[in-house]
């Protein structure tokens, strides 16, 4: 039996021809299946929807309202197709809900409206979020095309993302060596120059900031292999017993130096007793010091708290500052790639630091939260199990 397309829904509009589903389902062969999530609240246009889709060869979730809808968005399908007018909740707020949300804000939506078509409604639509806006009566080959388009898109962004990060990989890569090479020269040409009973300090002096920005641009280099590394293979933990008050106590230490140069008043109060867990100890200092270093960045020259206490099995790290302090809109974002808090280019840094803190800690079945308002400081909170079954 020939499908009425839904184009034909419309009065007043001629039907669109069948899609040709054999030429559709050609272009997805040897691809995994994309699911796009078909969200409408009129059963007769959701089943042709889906029909149709599936003709085209992608799996199909459906939602008729916009709380389902937001629902099932947090299973990450590939593209939502969202109808502007349901009765719970309108599209434009599940599209802008879904953009604030951090696990679906990078979602592919598009709208799909047979009645809100105007100008004004475009431009909303586009304005909330939406990736695009069609409006029917739009015939099934035209659908799938544009889908098929908007995909396009999506593909080359991400290339684009994995060419990015291979370049930052190479290059870092054949920056660490000769930065290394050049460091430890530097640093014994400051020992020499120091212990020269003839010198008036004079060279040390021009040598030491030397050093310090040499160490930075290191530490720079090593964020950014760990994040290619990351992006490639994936964190593999090499698991031992940490005693995690001691990695605490040893990433103060180390960082002193930097906090007395910050005019930055760092402490510890950690726990009598050891506090182990299973992980891997490279990488929790890793962690560990990104939250010491973001506390002396942002400081403002005062003090700053490293706490180490247990809480319902949990080993928890609260490092606190009294500086600038995040805004509540920001302290999701602060945690992505390559992201800073806007400070009016008073500090610098890839934006890796906080990123990569929270990687490690969920590698470890653990969580990073952050506490802060604007003016306020930040308390950012690090929690780790004390005790875990399943394997890393």
Not at 66 to 93: F, K, N, S, T, W
Not at 98 to 112: F, G, N, Y
Not at 203 to 229: C, E, F, I, W, Y
Request: net charge negative; hydrophobic share 45%.
């Amino acid at each position: 039996m020939r499908m009425v397309p839904f184009a034909a829904l419309a009065p007043t509009v001629r039907a669109a021809p069948p899609v040709n589903s054999s030429d559709a389902k050609n272009a997805h062969a040897g691809r995994t299946p994309i699911t796009v999530l078909n969200v409408n609240d009129d059963p007769a246009t959701l089943y042709l929807l889906s029909l149709t889709l599936k003709q085209g060869g992608y799996q199909v979730l459906e939602a008729t309202g916009g709380r389902e809808a937001l629902r099932l968005a947090q299973g990450r399908p590939d593209l939502v197709l969202l109808d502007v007018h349901m009765p719970d909740i309108d599209g434009y707020e599940v599209c802008r809900r879904l953009r604030a949300d951090e696990a679906t804000h990078d979602l592919l939506i598009a709208h799909l409206s047979s009645v809100s078509v105007q100008r004004e409604d475009r431009v909303r639509g586009l304005a909330q979020g939406a990736d695009a806006y069609w409006t029917r009566p739009l015939a099934e080959d035209e659908l799938l095309a544009n889908i098929e388009a908007l995909l396009r898109l999506q593909t080359r962004a991400r290339d684009a993302v994995r060419a990015r990060d291979r370049f930052l990989s190479i290059a870092a890569h054949e920056l660490k060596t000769p930065l290394t090479v050049l460091r430890l020269n530097l640093e014994r040409a400051v020992e020499m120059v120091v212990h020269d009973a003839d010198a008036d300090g004079a060279m040390g002096k021009r040598l030491t900031p030397a050093v310090r920005h040499l160490t930075r641009l290191q530490n720079l280099v090593d964020n950014l292999l760990d994040v290619s590394r990351l992006s490639t293979q994936g964190m593999a933990l090499q698991v031992e017993t940490v005693d995690f008050s001691q990695v605490v106590r040893e990433q103060v230490e180390r960082f002193q130096a930097p906090a007395r140069s910050a005019n930055v008043e760092l402490t510890a109060e950690l726990p009598d007793a050891p506090v182990l867990l299973f992980g891997d100890r490279r990488l929790l200092e890793q962690a560990v010091g990104h939250l010491l270093s973001n506390a002396i960045k942002f400081g403002e020259d005062r003090p700053a708290k490293a706490r180490l206490s247990t809480h319902e099995g949990h080993a928890v790290l609260a490092v606190e500052d009294q500086g600038v302090g995040i805004a509540p809109e920001e302290h999701a974002r602060i945690f992505r790639r390559f992201e800073r808090v806007a400070s009016g280019g008073r500090f610098d840094g890839l934006g890796l630091g906080l990123y990569l803190a929270q990687e490690i800690a969920a590698a470890h079945d653990g969580t990073l939260s952050v506490k802060s308002a604007l003016g306020q400081g930040a308390c950012f909170e690090l929690r780790l199990p004390l005790h875990r079954t399943q394997r890393y």
